[in-house]
T-cell receptor, first 112, second 110 residues
Framework: EAQVTQNPRYLITVTGKKLTVTCSQNMNHEYMSWYRQDPGLGLRQIYYSMNVEVTDKGDVPEGYKVSRKEKRNFPLILESPSPNQTSLYFC???????????FGSGTQLSVL | SQQGEEDPQALSIQEGENATMNCSYKTSINNLQWYRQNSGRGLVHLILIRSNEREKHSGRLRVTLDTSKKSSSLLITASRAADTASYFCAPLAGANNLFFGTGTRLTVIP
């Protein structure tokens, strides 16, 4: 089944403890992106990648890192999480420049 | 801002009625996309309308686009309780990003 897989689905952590949220797609999409969703603010883009080894900042990149070593994987790294990074995170991919996005199921992160 | 802005923020209707949601944006676009999100889940793409199209249908969905007014609408006909969700429009202006608004929360009452 064609899909974008995120893990974990839920994550509770403490301030400062490094964590990684994984994202994998099996559709051979070149473009991948991370979003966070907060009440009243909608979805905001964190980072995106147009292809392997090509990443760039979105609207809210502070406090996050990404890497794109393989086409299928695009992990989101929080080196030192803070409570203001508590949010619902989505990974997404798309097959072409002007096409639709395919979303993962989301990761609900709570930073205490 | 390049994001789409949905209106109304919330909409409550009876099952069987039609639901109309509107979207406004501020820049020239290549296309505009509509997505649906069930509570806390990932967004699911519903329909894409290109800038040179005025209307598009998909099942019970009808989308219109007026580029002169920079607006779009999503009509769901004969709504069902299962249509209860949040709906987002996302104009695509450049190669990178879809700019999502805060969505319209639709509640369909059985």
């Amino acid at each position: 089944e064609a899909q974008v897989t995120q893990n974990p689905r839920y994550l509770i952590t403490v301030t400062g403890k490094k964590l990684t949220v994984t994202c994998s797609q099996n559709m051979n999409h070149e473009y991948m992106s991370w979003y966070r969703q907060d009440p009243g603010l909608g979805l905001r883009q964190i980072y995106y990648s147009m292809n392997v080894e090509v990443t760039d900042k979105g609207d809210v990149p502070e406090g996050y890192k990404v890497s794109r070593k393989e086409k299928r994987n695009f992990p989101l790294i929080l080196e030192s999480p803070s409570p203001n990074q508590t949010s619902l995170y989505f990974c997404a991919s798309r097959p072409g420049t002007w096409t639709e996005l395919f979303f993962g199921s989301g990761t609900q992160l709570s930073v205490l | 801002s390049q994001q789409g802005e949905e209106d109304p923020q919330a909409l409550s209707i009876q099952e069987g009625e039609n639901a109309t949601m509107n979207c406004s944006y501020k820049t020239s676009i290549n296309n505009l996309q509509w997505y649906r999100q069930n509570s806390g889940r990932g967004l699911v793409h519903l329909i894409l309308i290109r800038s040179n199209e005025r209307e598009k249908h998909s099942g019970r969905l009808r989308v219109t686009l007026d580029t002169s007014k920079k607006s779009s609408s999503l009509l769901i006909t004969a709504s069902r309780a299962a249509d209860t969700a949040s709906y987002f429009c996302a104009p695509l202006a450049g190669a990178n990003n879809l700019f999502f608004g805060t969505g319209t929360r639709l509640t369909v009452i059985p």
